[in-house]
């Protein structure tokens, strides 16, 4: 029997190499949804502080985060104070102004100066190129470009200056100035605080520090119970800690650091109670089945959730005849409470949101 051939027309094989494409297109579109990672949300606990835990208390001081006393960069006269004391301001929010009629005059001098130095730089640039005129005159034209150009810039920054802008949100705390004042350059004008983010400043006797590291310090679970608002405890973070300790006091200067809720009315300078929690807690805990990665001779392991990575790692904990955890979780902690067996170490997860109507 004779081999029968066969034949493609153009449009066949046109046809084919189009198929063809999408066919491997579609297969690197699937391999690469199949590769991007997934941040899988988890659901999570955190262990809560008890009314009774016991804890180190350290006596600590009240203020912003960020604070800043801001003033005029050149002198003359305010114009205008657009906030009051008290007032919440925005980053970038003007907050005074300089009559500045001076400095626009200034502007418009140097502008011309530099307009005139500029057009004899470049006459003498080309007439250089073609030897008409010595490489000293040149020099002269081009160095007095140059100084007029950095003296525009100078007279620029000087206008931009006759306004105060707030390096950050805040809440205005002091003024030093009232409207129409002269001011000279860098005369202290109002103070702006950040009073959404709070440090207590406090002391850490020697004897604490050195009964525990730093890192088993960072990890403590630690709140803060303001002396005008008692047995209202609130989650707080460690910040810093001085490197060396004051010898009049025996103790290191720390700092903490934490969001100021909503309802609570905190100012710089109030004081409170800094609550190191002691490292177990007092009372058994009974976490649902979801929790667990494993249990068994009364002892298992849980998911622990960093917030400041987003992943989690494993935890071993004490159980007791009755499955509660007595050993092991530290208040403040969170630890992953559903679906832990479809985890693994290092796994970038977030926390569960209940979406709305769900």
Known sequence: MKGTSISFTPFVRVAT???????????????????????KPVKLL????????????????????????????????????????GQRVEQGQVLAVLDDQDYRLAFDAKLAEFELAQSQFLRAKQLHGKKLISTDLFDQRETAYKTAAANLEQAKTDVEHTLIRAPFSGVVSLKFARQNQFVAANQPVMNIQNVDEMDVSFSLPVPF??????????????????????AQPIQARFKELSTKPDTDTNSYTAKVTFSRPDAMNLLSGMVGQVHFAKPELTTALRLPEGAWVERQDGQGTLWQFDPATGVVDALQVELNDGGEVVSGLTPGSMVVIAGA???????????WEREGGI
Do not use: Y
């Open 46 to 85: 955190e262990i809560p502080m008890p009314a009774n835990q016991p804890s180190h208390a350290f006596p600590g001081k009240l203020e912003a985060t960020q604070r800043a006393q801001l003033s005029f960069q050149v002198p003359g006269e305010i114009k205008q104070l657009t906030v009051r004391v």
């Open 17 to 39: 190499i189009v198929l063809l494409g999408s066919i491997l297109a579609g297969c690197n579109q699937a391999n690469s949804e199949i590769t991007e990672q997934v941040v």
């Open 209 to 230: 520090v050195k009964q525990s590291s730093l890192t088993a310090i960072r990890q403590t679970a630690i709140w803060v119970e303001m002396d005008n608002q008692p």
């Open 341 to 351: 067996a479809d985890l693994l170490p290092g796994q970038q997860v977030r926390a």
